[in-house]
């Protein structure tokens, strides 16, 4: 019903930024909360960041001030990501909820390191 692309990983040095985009196609509701995720080896998924239709935003506590996330269309969200450090590697997931369902993308990699 919805795919989920991401893009936007790669290596960083510490401190650098990246900015991760995610595209969403199939039957979009116009009621919905996109949000990223991220999982690094032997850890569980966490939130990083989500936003809903109405632009309301959160994010985890070890992210304020250095991540936003951002959307231009029902279909797009953004995670500017600055001031990096090695502990946000991970693989970062685009999630999409709507309707009561989630839906998830393929990931991709960022990683932090010198």
């Known amino acids: 019903q919805v795919q989920l692309v991401e893009s936007g990983g790669g290596l960083v040095q510490p401190g650098g930024s990246l900015r991760l985009s995610c595209a969403a196609s199939g039957t979009t509701f116009s009621i919905y909360t996109m949000g990223w995720y991220r999982q690094a080896p032997g850890k569980q998924r966490e939130l990083v960041a989500r936003?809903?239709?109405?632009?309301?935003t959160n994010y985890a506590d070890s992210v304020k001030g250095r991540f936003t996330i951002s959307r231009d269309t029902v279909k797009r969200v953004y995670l500017q990501m600055n001031s990096l450090k090695p502990e946000d590697t991970a693989v970062y997931y685009c999630?999409?909820?709507?309707?009561?369902?989630?839906?998830w993308g393929q990931g991709t990699q960022v990683t932090v390191s010198s």
């Open positions: 936003i809903n239709n109405n632009d309301f």
């Open positions: 999630q999409r909820n709507q309707g009561g369902l989630n839906y």
